[in-house]
């Protein structure tokens, strides 16, 4: 894999502003993605995941609000920042430098519009075509993500769709301009498993024809064993550890990684028992201080209620935010 | 053998559905199904969505009336009991619902909830405080979450809210649908694990449907592989993956997502998933799963192939077996 960055993101606070207080959705999270690679944020529902990748494009709906931090794009050897570019700035990017797909296909499409005219005013949006080619476009679009019969499709609206189908128009609208970063999230968490492993093979077969860089959101530990190159894990807003998807399975370092690895069935191996992870996610509104993982970690000490931990790395390009993997914790705590 | 708990013999259930002003079609939600439960076990019904497990265990429980078709509890038709019999009944076969925010009633607390059954069948209890109380410790929760509504509990707590009401009757079967898919894994581990303390407690049978196969593989003795309406194989829980008989169940299992890097990426020449399940209502004719099968016969396409044994213990419906 190329080392190549495409984005830089740093320090990125996203906090929603509603009547019960202050919700500190996403706190001081950072991580690079490589181009061509499929960069995975796993976590559990209220992890900020979600928060995090629409934050990337400031697709952050009101009390919602990035508090802070930087988003750097790279592009033609130079950067800029996506948080400080005008909303136009920002349109000429969204949808077709950087698209998305979210998971809810009924959702995402509109009801009153054929798919094929969905798919065409993305692209109209953004070159100086006419319909005509446009819908032609969209034609070809929907060869590529496998749906049968595209010129009739074309002329389909949503509701007269399966869900699966749904889901295949709506990854071909993120696709209709190239995009060089595909964001996905929970792109199959709506479909059954059959639909789910095709959607994964059409994504993984765009991702090798068009180098296209994908940053995967999903809770599924098996797709991202499937999909991921590298993955990084969420836990109440904050990134717990950053490493490469083998690392990840075979060497988990952060408790909550580790516990989260063990909750989850293996069907080809027989359990016993599954473990759990003690205790509930704690209300972002008031986090634990310290680790926010401290109140549910059997490891924890002094020092894990009192001070963030720092990135560790452990390893290549392996990083933890856990004091256990700290050198001189003991002289401090 | 006579350990069978509940003996389901060619059960079948269609939903109409209007057309148009005056034609009907069905919606053939369970077609034909026969199998039976064991005592103690727990059997597992996994399908896509759509597949009429949901159906089959309201079916069970006679939440539903059957369209054709017996259930029998214990040796008796269910769809027979009268009166104390059927009061028996309601009371010995008892439901885990998907939805634990829409099972629980929002104007109760949870004392409420959980007494409302044992009132109802009027059982005998000197303190039903200190019953209830017992019973939230069993699942977890403590006393002082006896007089709190729904509302303040987490999706976890609900369902093992939920769990509770359905143990407060002291039942012997219970049907568990999707207990936990509404829940994150971690949360999901906790319930599974629950579920399997309480069934070795109070020796439940349970029926387990969900669409996961790893929650199903690891929760469930035996499974039911259902398509369409259709159970297409049964068998023992590890003879199920290790070999998968039924073309749709080959598909399944080479459908899931492993959590194990190497193994997912290694395993991609398996079989093909193609295709989507096609509408129930009119659904095709023949074998079900024809028109996404890679191995469709011309008998396929007309004749519904039946579960026959083709091993002990192991069942399927396909011609592929068929041994004449």
Known sequence: ?333 | MNNTLIKVNNLVKYFPVRRFLFSKDYVKAVDDVTFEIRKGETFGVVGESGSGKTTLGRLILRLIPPTAGDVYFEGKNVYKLKGKELLEFRRKAQMVFQDPFSSLDPRMTVFHIIMEGPITHGMKIDDPEEFVVNLLRRVGLERIHLHRYPHEFSGGQKQRIAIARALALEPEFVVLDEPTSALDVSVQAQILEMLKDLQKEFNLTYMFISHDLAVVKYMSDRIAVMYLGHIVEIADEDELFEKPLHPYTRMLLSAIPIPDPEIARRKKLKEEVIGEPPSPINPPPGCRFHTRCPYEMPICRYKKPSLMEYEKDHYVACWLYEKE
């Open chain 1, 1 to 333: 894999m190329a080392n190549e960055k495409i984005l830089e993101v740093r320090n990125l606070d996203v906090r929603f502003y509603t009547y019960a207080g202050v919700v500190k959705a996403v706190s001081n999270v950072s991580f690079d993605v490589y181009k061509g690679e499929v960069f995975s944020l796993v976590g559990e529902t209220g992890c900020g995941k979600t928060v995090t990748s629409r934050a990337l494009t400031r697709l952050i709906p009101s009390p919602g609000q990035i508090a802070g931090g930087r988003v750097l794009y790279y592009r033609n050897s130079e950067y800029i920042d996506l948080l400080q570019l005008s909303e136009e700035e920002l349109n000429e990017i969204r949808g077709n430098e950087i698209a998305y797909i979210f998971q809810d296909p009924t959702a995402s499409l509109d009801p009153l519009y054929t798919s094929g005219f969905q798919i065409a005013e993305g692209i109209i949006a953004h070159r100086d075509i006419s319909l005509k080619e446009a819908w032609r476009k969209a034609v070809d679009l929907l060869k590529v993500v496998l749906i049968p019969d595209p010129e009739e499709r074309v002329k389909n609206y949503p509701h007269e769709m399966s869900g699966g189908m749904k889901q295949r128009v709506v990854i071909s609208i993120s696709l209709a301009n190239n995009p060089r970063i595909i964001i996905a999230d929970e792109p199959t968490t709506n479909v059954d498993v059959t639909i789910q492993a095709q959607l994964l093979d059409i994504l993984r077969e765009l991702r090798e024809k068009y180098n296209t860089t994908v940053i995967l959101i999903t809770h599924n530990m098996g797709v991202v064993a499937e999909m991921a190159d590298r993955v990084a894990v969420m836990y109440a807003g904050k990134i717990v550890e950053v490493a490469p998807v083998f690392e990840i399975f075979k060497r988990p370092k952060h408790p909550y990684t580790q516990g989260l690895l063990r909750a989850v069935p293996n069907p080809l191996t027989k359990i016993e028992r599954l473990a759990h992870i003690p205790g509930t996610v704690p209300n972002l509104v008031n986090p634990p201080p310290g680790c926010r993982f401290n109140p549910r970690c059997q490891f924890a000490m002094d020092i894990c209620k009192k001070r963030d931990p720092p990135p560790i790395e452990v390893g290549p390009n392996h990083i933890v935010y856990c004091w256990l993997y700290e050198k001189g914790k003991e002289a401090e705590s």
